[in-house]
């Protein structure tokens, strides 16, 4: 049975001496992996296509047990990624989280869409690395279910102080006057920062900016959130730290 659909390869593992299996993440199906055939030989047709972090065309067959790529055809390969080690190893977080978050069978229209926007951020532009791991980190979460109660004080239901406190293990945001123990104190652009993460049209999210301070901030909420939420270590994420 052949299935058309547009793709980007998360993931890549050698199969035998020759073949490769690779993981996709769809709009239309989610997560799909697919056997390449011969991937290994040096003149194969698909080595472009079906490479880390290329976006393509595919014609995939499903066979009994998994797909495998009859075709397909590179749309963006994302080759500037592999000038920077920086850029390069958030790419690698950003496509780990992907493949822990998706799902195999669900559409995932928005989260491919901010993760090629994101590959494109990193390979085009000059806007702080940080504050784009933290769009996809919180945007990501919010997507699969994890969005936090950042729409008014968890006690009080104020919408916003100057100062708020955003606690990352039950992912709540308090007010100046009902701080709680443990939470991480920010100012309220912050917040603020956080709910258009959150809640923004996915084509505008990486569209905001903040102070050196800021985001600072809004980097180490998302990360701690984040790892709350998955309560296990990503091999990915510790490399990028490590290289910093």
């Not at 990624?81 to 978050?101: M, N, P, S, T, W």
């Not at 690395?129 to 996809?136: E, F, L, Q, S, Y």
């Not at 004080?153 to 701080?179: H, K, P, Q, R, W």
């Amino acid at each position: 049975m052949g299935t058309a659909t547009k793709g980007l390869v998360i993931r890549e593992q050698t199969i035998g001496e020759s073949d490769r299996l690779v993981t996709l993440l769809t709009a239309d199906y989610g997560l799909v992996r697919a056997f390449v055939r011969g991937a290994k030989q040096v003149k194969n047709r698909l080595a472009s296509s079906t490479s880390l972090f290329a976006y393509s065309d595919f014609s995939l067959y499903r066979g009994r047990d998994a797909f495998s790529v009859d075709n397909a055809s590179p749309i963006e390969v994302f080759f500037d990624l592999r000038k920077d080690i920086e850029r390069l190893a958030v790419a690698q977080y950003f496509a780990q989280l992907a493949y822990e978050l998706a799902e195999e069978e669900q559409p995932a229209p928005e989260m491919l869409s901010v993760l090629l926007n994101s590959l494109h951020l990193l390979c085009n532009s000059n806007k702080d690395i940080r504050i784009i791991k933290a769009v996809v980190e919180m945007r990501f979460l919010s997507l699969s279910g994890y969005m936090p109660n950042i729409l008014a004080c968890a006690n009080c239901s104020v919408y916003e102080t100057d100062v708020m406190y955003f606690d990352t293990l039950d992912g709540c945001i308090y007010c100046e006057n009902c701080g709680k123990a443990g939470a991480i104190v920010c100012p309220k652009n912050v917040i603020t920062a956080i709910r258009f993460i959150c809640l923004t049209e996915p084509k505008k999210i990486f569209s905001f900016s903040l102070s050196e301070e800021n985001i600072r901030l809004l980097s180490d909420i998302c990360e701690k959130y984040l790892l709350t939420r998955l309560q296990r270590k990503l091999p990915t994420l510790e490399f990028y730290k490590g290289i910093l």
